[in-house]
């Protein structure tokens, strides 16, 4: 998905602002989220991390970012109690409405609003989110930064000259019968989803994502179909340094996939096969090629059990906007990685590696030759020592 990415906006104005409605002091941003996981849980926090699954600075940061659109020309929003509605208030409803996937009417009343302010103050923060945000969602712009990049993946399974690890998950939807081209949005396992791919570095971070896709879009079509793709083929990216192998073989930059993705001179596949099948050298490269996989599967997975809108079945969704607020999420996870959240990463170890349940493995036949040299070179890179 690819969109305008605006500046740096000036520092926020209300971070003193704390909502009347709710009896909250003005004692100024750390006060608020206090009182507010208190309201809400009926206990003190130290953060608010329960109802947010965020930090404070986290928590301030983001409103930072949104207020000049959330408070522009603002509507009339006020508590059911005639109170206004402040800016954290709204950052806050809409962070609940993204992370934890409850209903309008349930957000509604642990807020005291009604149903379709939650709706209207959720989307004008996706919005919002969608343009102020995109900063912390780039492919990495400067050589320095990716070659940083391709020094981590190299410290995980010794792949060289490794830029990411590209791969895809669905987000299941539940459709009325009614619903007009319901059909269109049939995936190969029978059920309704929209698919998420996404280019991930190694710290788990998302460098590229495409979505809005229907669920029956193979690996393989939404990979060709993606602006990175085409950046690819036309030697705009990928298209750094080249490590020279004794024997004068090459290896240039590339990204890794499973086996739902053909075999590209910059797209590396594993070796198709069972283990007992494939030489040692093809079987070793199998298994660090695996291995570094899990960064993507694992993000994916920290994604959807962190904004829990996308995590299970969404209910009668807008696909129009839900395109939108799969984007928010992935920036939303990169703003909790670039903070160095340390909530959030308390809680990395442990990540499963199944983000697509019920989901069983594509495969894509194409292979083309500069691909399978591509491969041959890092097989033989591994296999002979050269890693560190």
């Given at each position: 998905?690819?969109?305008?990415?605006?500046?740096?906006?000036?520092p926020?104005?209300?971070?003193?602002?704390a909502?009347?409605?709710?009896?909250?002091?003005?004692?100024?941003?750390?006060?608020?989220?206090?009182?507010?996981?208190?309201?809400?849980?009926?206990?003190?926090?130290?953060?608010?991390?329960?109802?947010?699954?965020?930090?404070?600075?986290?928590?301030?940061?983001?409103?930072?970012?949104?207020?000049?659109?959330?408070?522009?020309?603002p509507?009339?929003?006020?508590?059911?109690?005639?109170?206004?509605?402040?800016?954290?208030?709204?950052?806050?409803?809409?962070?609940?409405?993204?992370?934890?996937?409850?209903?309008?009417?349930?957000?509604?009343?642990?807020?005291?609003?009604?149903?379709?302010?939650?709706?209207?103050?959720t989307?004008?923060?996706?919005?919002?989110?969608?343009?102020?945000?995109?900063?912390?969602?780039?492919?990495?712009?400067?050589?320095?930064e990716?070659?940083?990049?391709?020094?981590?993946?190299?410290?995980?399974?010794?792949?060289?000259?490794?830029?990411?690890?590209?791969?895809?998950?669905?987000?299941?939807?539940?459709?009325?019968?009614?619903?007009?081209?319901?059909?269109?949005?049939?995936?190969?396992?029978?059920?309704?989803?929209?698919?998420?791919?996404?280019?991930?570095?190694?710290?788990?971070?998302?460098?590229?994502?495409?979505?809005?896709?229907?669920?029956?879009?193979?690996?393989?079509?939404?990979?060709?179909?993606?602006?990175?793709?085409?950046?690819?083929?036309?030697?705009?990216?990928?298209?750094?340094?080249?490590?020279?192998?004794?024997?004068?073989?090459?290896?240039?930059?590339?990204?890794?996939?499973?086996?739902?993705?053909?075999?590209?001179?910059?797209?590396?596949?594993?070796?198709?096969?069972?283990?007992?099948?494939?030489?040692?050298?093809?079987?070793?490269?199998?298994?660090?090629?695996?291995?570094?996989?899990m960064?993507?599967?694992?993000?994916?997975?920290?994604?959807?059990?962190?904004?829990?809108?996308?995590?299970?079945?969404?209910?009668?969704?807008?696909?129009?906007?839900?395109?939108?607020?799969?984007?928010?999420?992935?920036?939303?996870?990169?703003?909790?990685?670039?903070?160095g959240?340390?909530?959030?990463?308390?809680?990395?170890?442990?990540?499963?590696?199944?983000?697509?349940?019920?989901?069983?493995?594509?495969?894509c036949?194409?292979?083309?030759p500069?691909?399978?040299?591509?491969?041959?070179?890092?097989?033989?890179?591994?296999?002979?020592?050269?890693?560190?």
């Open positions: 998905m690819m969109a305008r990415v605006k500046g740096q906006r000036k926020i104005k209300h971070q003193a602002a909502s009347a409605a709710f009896g909250w002091g003005q004692e100024g941003p750390l006060d608020w989220s206090d009182e507010f996981s208190e309201k809400i849980n009926g206990r003190h926090q130290n953060t608010p991390t329960s109802v947010f699954k965020i930090t404070k600075s986290m928590f301030e940061y983001i409103c930072s970012l949104v207020e000049e659109d959330m408070m522009e020309k509507p009339h929003l006020a508590f059911t109690n005639g109170q206004p509605v402040s800016l954290h208030d709204q950052v806050a409803v809409a962070l609940r409405r993204l992370g934890s996937g409850d209903s309008l009417v349930l957000i509604g009343g642990i807020f005291g609003v009604s149903n379709t302010m939650v709706s209207q103050i989307w004008k923060f996706v919005e919002s989110m969608e343009n102020r945000g995109l900063l912390h969602l780039k492919w990495p712009p400067t050589e320095r990716l070659i940083e990049i391709k020094s981590k993946f190299g410290k995980l399974q010794s792949l060289p000259n490794c830029c990411g690890v590209v791969d895809v998950t669905h987000i299941n939807m539940c459709l009325a019968s009614t619903e007009p081209n319901k059909d269109v949005w049939l995936d190969h396992e029978n059920k309704h989803s929209m698919v998420l791919q996404a280019i991930v570095d190694p710290d788990m971070r998302f460098r590229d994502i495409v979505t809005g896709w229907p669920g029956q879009m193979k690996d393989w079509m939404v990979f060709e179909d993606s602006t990175f793709h085409k950046l690819c083929d036309e030697g705009e990216r990928l298209n750094g340094n080249i490590i020279r192998l004794p024997d004068g073989s090459e290896i240039r930059e590339y990204i890794i996939g499973d086996s739902g993705y053909p075999l590209l001179p910059y797209l590396i596949v594993p070796y198709k096969g069972e283990e007992q099948e494939l030489s040692v050298s093809q079987a070793n490269f199998n298994r660090r090629h695996l291995e570094t996989r960064v993507a599967k694992r993000a994916l997975v920290m994604l959807k059990e962190m904004w829990g809108i996308i995590q299970g079945t969404m209910w009668r969704p807008n696909k129009h906007r839900l395109s939108k607020v799969i984007l928010v999420c992935c920036i939303l996870h990169n703003i909790v990685i670039d903070m959240d340390r909530v959030q990463n308390e809680q990395l170890s442990n990540l499963p590696t199944n983000h697509d349940p019920g989901y069983h493995q594509l495969i036949e194409a292979e083309d500069q691909g399978v040299l591509l491969r041959e070179n890092v097989s033989r890179y591994l296999s002979q020592g050269m890693a560190p």
